[in-house]
């Protein structure tokens, strides 16, 4: 049990009031030392009038309840303690906050005890809090500890009593399970960002696979490197803050997709003040990440990725871009709005995304009465084949109300234009944004426009945001920004903009006060309560120009 001398307050008092005055003061706090508590409270009952003793009877009933906690009356305590959290001019709230959850506890209320301990400020006392957390929760209930997890997760004594609780049991739930998977590492020398934070400057963390294919440093990139890119466009952005007079502290780190390497990155010094971590990309290295940013309260950002797998048992991982279970819910929301009929035919890559959003979508899409013609992995040289079987040719005798093509893939891209080109078909064709991106395609010279494209945060090409970035892009580089240097750039703008010295450093919160905001050069986020952007615009040209759905 923590108790908090007041010898320099006493001191203070002691030349304000006379030495009659507070001998009873300082015999009550004679006999708490002693034990004797119930005498003592006796003794500071005419010390706790504000009228006669002013700030000094707030330091009265604070000893006063404190003594009355250790002689077990705890309504009295609770009574007395909380009109003290009112009174402005007592900067003892913290201990007061401290001991009202002592009260809690005692009676077994522990849902009030764990709010009033994430309340506490000051890290020795809420310390304290912590331990008597982990003593008074020995015997709570499991149900309750894993319910409650998501609102105190910063108190280390709730977590380690959950842990040792589940490793008490022979069997575990589903839900269970992936709790304890996101505790195991508790008091395991895993390493624990301790806040050197200088609240006045934004930390960033580039956690990239720059030599994905080997080597070391920037003379091992291939052409094309598409991190670089990420990299170009990151980095052009942060340029623009810091000449705004933002001050941004970044560092940059290449896993090299080396495993070892990485966890060496993670206890790097500067890991132990960073606000945000951007990257890895691949998933053996996002793994770990996960686990030092779930371990360590650091919001984590995959700029690429929309693999959705693990997002739900998380608290800080996210993803820049739309999940897969956003974009299918975007691409039936619009199905369901704008075309006619229930049949589909889905084409899909052989990549992980394609083959998750294909299975995504032709599950959501028949709860609401769709029939699945044909759900197919293509290639650029059978893409022709899925089209001769869907009867695409024919327009009106097609097999599909709507074909919808997932593939980043510039040959599948130009077989399906090719084709396109060379018929006059009225069906939908619905294909991701990055198409948007190919310049062999001239949509608009289509006879007919049928393309429909499904964003995945996607550029605003009407923004002038976007044209000033891509000409002064130019201007130092020589060359257009890539499609990856563009999601680089709006990346920064969208981590500034969200937590800064101005907003403060919550990420989750900042996310849920602003609600959808507009991009900076594409057409905007939505993080509302989700750890990916479920804003997907669905575009479509009328007479040669792209609007959203």
Do not use: C
């Not at 009356?73 to 909380?82: A, H, M, N, R, Y």
């Not at 999940?323 to 039936?332: D, E, R, Y």
């Amino acid at each position: 049990m923590r108790i908090f001398s007041l010898l320099i307050l006493l001191l203070f008092f002691n030349e304000v009031y006379s030495q009659d005055q507070l001998a009873e003061y300082r015999r009550a706090k004679t006999l708490m030392e002693y034990g004797n508590y119930k005498d003592a409270m006796e003794l500071l009952r005419p010390y706790m009038e504000e009228s006669d003793f002013g700030a000094l009877s707030y330091y009265a009933k604070y000893h006063f309840a404190y003594s009355a906690f250790k002689n077990n009356q705890i309504e009295l305590v609770k009574s007395v303690l909380q009109p003290l959290l009112e009174v402005q001019s007592f900067n003892k709230k913290d201990e007061v906050k401290y001991l009202l959850a002592l009260a809690y506890f005692k009676e077994e209320n522990y849902l009030n005890a764990l709010q009033e301990i994430e309340t506490i400020l000051d890290e020795s006392i809420f310390s304290e809090a912590e331990k008597a957390s982990y003593n008074y929760l020995q015997n709570v209930s499991v149900s309750f500890l894993v319910s409650n997890l998501s609102k105190f997760q910063r108190n280390s004594g709730y977590l380690l009593v959950l842990k040792e609780q589940l490793e008490k049991q022979s069997l575990m739930s589903s839900d269970e399970k992936l709790v304890y998977q996101k505790l195991r590492n508790i008091s395991t020398g895993e390493p624990v960002v301790e806040n050197n934070k200088n609240m006045q400057v934004l930390d960033i963390a580039m956690v990239l696979p720059f030599n994905y294919s080997g080597g070391s440093g920037v003379q091992s990139f291939n052409s094309g490197n598409f991190v670089f890119e990420l990299f170009q466009g990151i980095n052009f952005a942060l340029k623009e803050f810091k000449n705004k007079g933002v001050k941004i502290n970044v560092k940059t780190f290449d896993t090299q997709r080396d495993l070892d390497k990485l966890r060496n990155i993670l206890v790097d010094p500067f890991m132990q003040q960073v606000d945000l971590i951007i990257g890895p990309i691949y998933p053996d290295e996002t793994e770990i990440v996960m686990a030092f940013a779930e371990k360590n309260n650091v919001p984590f950002v995959n700029p690429l990725s929309n693999i959705d797998d693990r997002l739900g048992e998380l608290e800080f991982a996210y993803l820049f871009r739309p999940s897969v279970s956003s974009l299918s819910n975007a691409l039936i929301e619009y199905l369901r709005k704008n075309v006619e009929g229930k049949r589909l035919a889905i084409a899909y890559s052989n990549t992980v995304r394609d083959e998750q959003l294909a299975k995504k979508i032709a599950e959501s899409s028949e709860r609401f009465g769709y029939v699945n013609m044909f759900n197919r992995q293509v290639s650029n040289k059978d893409i022709n084949r899925f089209f001769d079987d869907t009867q695409l040719r024919y327009d009106s005798l097609s097999k599909a109300d709507v074909i919808v093509i997932l593939s980043d893939d510039p040959n599948i891209a130009s077989s399906t234009f090719g084709f396109m080109e060379s018929q006059n078909i009225k069906v939908p064709v619905v294909v991701l944004d990055s198409w948007l991106n190919f310049n062999f395609a001239s949509y608009e010279m289509l006879e007919s426009q049928n393309f429909v494209f499904l964003g995945n945060n996607t550029m605003n090409f009407n923004s002038e945001y976007l044209i000033q970035f891509r000409t002064d892009f130019y201007k130092k580089h020589l060359i257009y920004p890539s499609s990856n240097a563009h999601l680089g750039y709006e990346l920064i703008y969208w981590i500034v903009e969200t937590i800064n010295p101005s907003k403060g450093f919550d990420f989750r919160k900042n996310l849920n006060q602003r609600g959808y905001q507009s991009g900076r050069i594409s057409y905007g986020f939505d993080f509302t309560n989700s750890f990916n952007n479920r804003y997907v615009p669905i575009l479509e040209l009328e007479s040669g120009i792209l609007k959203t759905k």
